[in-house]
């Protein structure tokens, strides 16, 4: 892309030297510029036409530039906002991949306590219920309790 850039510039300068050699006698003809103002008139000393040419170019890019600063300095200030908006969201990007990291990866469980160290905590109800001898004896609960219920029948 560089040397297609260079090549354009390179063309771009030989036009502006075959232009100005081709019409050599006009640039270089003198010529006075004089400003007539109602109280007052000016003139300016014979300068060769090119002279003019070339100020003309150089006060128009000074306009240019001039009157594109506002958008430069707004454009600025935008870019600033984006990267300070842009650094805010990746912080919180990264800070969610490690959140999911963190939950990808498998939990350990709790070892189960052993029945001879721990008890279960104690489940008290609050509900009473109520049980006859004839519901126990037709649905045991254990397998103790089938036996006793065999050897009492």
Known sequence: MKKVKAICWVLILGL???????NKPYFWAPQSLGINIY?????????????????ALLIGFLVAYFVSLPERFMARKTIKQLGATNAA??????????????????????PIPDQANEAPPA?????????????????PDTETDKAETEKEA
């Not at 502006?16 to 081709?22: A, N, R, S, T």
């Not at 109280?39 to 100020?55: D, M, R």
């Not at 800070?95 to 963190?102: D, G, H, Q």
């Not at 489940?123 to 649905?139: M, Y």
Request: aromatic content about 4%; glycine content about 2%; charged content about 20%.
């Open 89 to 110: 969201n990746l912080e919180t990007l990264t800070a969610l991949k490690i959140e999911i990291e963190k939950r990808e990866q498998p939990q350990v469980s709790q």
């Open 123 to 139: 489940v008290e109800s609050t509900e009473k219920t109520l049980e006859t001898p004839a519901e126990e004896a037709v649905a």
């Open 16 to 22: 502006i030297v075959l232009v100005v050699l081709q």
């Open 39 to 55: 109280f007052s008139q000016y003139s300016t000393p014979e300068l060769p036409n090119g002279t003019f040419v070339v100020i």
